[in-house]
């Protein structure tokens, strides 16, 4: 069986800088695969890349087969992909539930059904009760829940999260992990950028690492943590050399 997402060789340049150079990798469907790697990695490149906003300089993203590389962001959503921002986007003076609707839209034009969907994402994030809150009186980690319903409301196969767990506690960041493998079991494929080790650990099976724009380890994530090229891009040289 060919994988849900096939990245082949995919690079972005920006000036002088190699963001991401030659990156391959392969995502089942099913999977819930965490994409680690120091500060300026190239990670949100990466996903903007896959998501569209960012067209590649060369290189092919196959997802279900076909070439989306330089697809339109719209195109690449409705046919399946959806993605959470790094800093949350939403809409701040409308509503949690009318921000659930604005992603129905790609799916139908039907305002009742999209609505009745955009409640039921609302429940499922535990956020019922705030569906008519505007959004700038929420909590920095109900944005965060929000920005995930959003990325939820175009019905997306694949979801693209981008370290949602980011500024949360600990008891949000497992409110969060929970979350996430619900999506899972509904049938979501998931690629998530994160560095919170313990909530990899919770999620993922396999784990990717990007440094400078590279692929440098690909495995569990027990093995892959150990590394050399995995500690010397984390601590530095001398820390590697020093476990070895
Ligand atoms: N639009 C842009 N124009 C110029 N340089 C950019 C642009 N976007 C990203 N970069 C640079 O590309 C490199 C990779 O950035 P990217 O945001 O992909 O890293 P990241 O792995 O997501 O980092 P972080 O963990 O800090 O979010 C960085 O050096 C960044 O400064
Ligand atoms: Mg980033």
């Not at 965060?144 to 409301?153: C, D, F, I, M, N």
Request: aromatic content about 6%.
């Amino acid at each position: 069986m060919s994988p849900l997402l096939d990245v082949r060789g995919i690079a972005k340049r920006f000036g002088g800088l190699q963001a991401v150079g030659d990156l391959s990798f392969q995502l089942e469907a099913g999977e819930i695969l965490a994409l680690l790697g120091p500060n300026g990695a190239g990670k949100t490149t990466a996903f903007n890349m896959i998501a569209g906003y960012t067209r590649p300089d060369s290189g092919e993203i196959l997802f279900q087969g076909r070439n989306i590389a330089r697809a339109r962001p719209w195109t690449i959503c409705r046919a399946g992909i959806a993605r959470t921002f790094q800093l949350s986007k939403p809409f701040a003076d409308l509503t949690v539930i009318e921000n659930l609707m604005v992603g129905g839209f790609a799916r139908s034009r039907d305002a009742s059904a999209i609505r009745d969907k955009a409640e039921a994402i609302a429940d499922f994030l535990g956020m019922g009760r705030q569906a008519d809150t505007e959004v700038q009186h929420l909590t920095a980690f109900d944005r965060r829940k929000l920005e995930l319903g959003r990325a939820l409301s175009t019905e997306p196969v694949l979801l693209l999260m981008d370290e949602v767990v980011a500024g949360a506690t600990p008891a949000e960041g497992q409110e969060m992990v929970a979350l996430v493998r619900r999506i899972r079991d509904r049938g979501v494929t998931i690629l998530i950028v994160e560095h919170v080790m313990k909530v990899i650990m919770a999620l993922s099976e396999r784990v990717i690492v990007m440094e400078s724009g590279r692929l440098i380890a690909d495995g569990a994530p027990r093995d892959v943590v150990n590394q050399p090229e995995v500690l010397k891009a984390y601590f530095g040289e001398q820390y590697a050399a020093a476990r070895a």
